[in-house]
Antibody, heavy 123, light 111 residues
């Protein structure tokens, strides 16, 4: 069974830093692109960042570019999100999501999600 | 303001059919990028419902169907059941933003 388990969320002051982790199991972790998607309280989903499987190419939403860094350790089947210079608007549940690409059109979608970890940025 | 526009809410009685629209533009849905759908029950993580415009993952009932035309996509739910009450999101890729994007979400209420 495919499983994703996030950890590392919590309360942090504005300007502070936090590192999220996502442990994957039940699939060949290194073969799949992974992403972080967040959901602010009472709001919709927002894609935050993604990383390819083998090459480790990284991608960021403009809202976090230059502040967040995504990385992965395929030997540990773990995805990370280093979040620096946190702002109140970064407050959200952060989900780790496993990417899957359609064969015909190479379109990325998210076929498995973790349970999420809450990040609260407040003084 | 989401790049993909969904109605904030839809409703229907048990057994009825409802549709949820997802309207984009020439830089996402209209640029032939696929549309995918997720649903999210209260207090839980999103779950994949439809991928590649109209494909259902294993385990998703055939009451759920997706379609795409031009710059829009739709999710149809037939034989509405109480457990279908959830938030529904569409997702695609936008070439202008170079980002994967979600719709704002639609809350489905089963009357």
């Amino acid at each position: 069974e495919v499983q994703l388990v996030e950890s590392g969320g919590g309360l942090v002051q504005p300007g502070g830093s936090l590192r999220l982790s996502c442990a994957g199991s039940g699939f060949t972790f290194s073969s799949y692109a992974m992403s972080w998607v967040r959901q602010a309280p009472g709001k919709g989903l927002e894609w935050v960042s993604g990383i390819s499987g083998y090459s480790g190419s990284t991608y960021y939403a403009d809202s976090v570019k230059g502040r967040f860094t995504i990385s992965r350790d395929n030997s540990k089947n773990t995805l990370y999100l280093q979040m620096n210079s946190l702002r109140a608007e970064d407050t959200a549940v952060y989900y780790c999501a496993k990417g899957h690409v359609t064969v015909a059109t190479a379109s990325l979608y998210f076929d498995c999600w973790g349970q999420g970890t809450l990040v609260t940025v407040s003084s | 303001q989401s790049v993909l526009t969904q109605p904030p809410s839809v409703s229907g009685a048990p057994g009825q059919r409802v549709t949820i629209s997802c309207t984009g533009s020439s830089s996402n849905i209209g640029a032939h990028y696929d549309v995918h759908w997720y649903h999210q029950l209260p207090g839980t993580a999103p779950k994949l419902l439809i991928y590649g415009n109209s494909n259902r993952p294993s385990g998703v009932p055939d009451r759920f169907s997706g379609s795409k035309s031009g710059t829009s996509a739709s999710l149809a739910i037939s034989g509405l059941q109480a457990e279908d009450e959830a938030d529904y999101y569409c997702q695609s890729y936008d070439s202008s933003l170079s980002d994967w994007v979600f719709g704002g979400g639609t809350k489905l209420t089963v009357l």
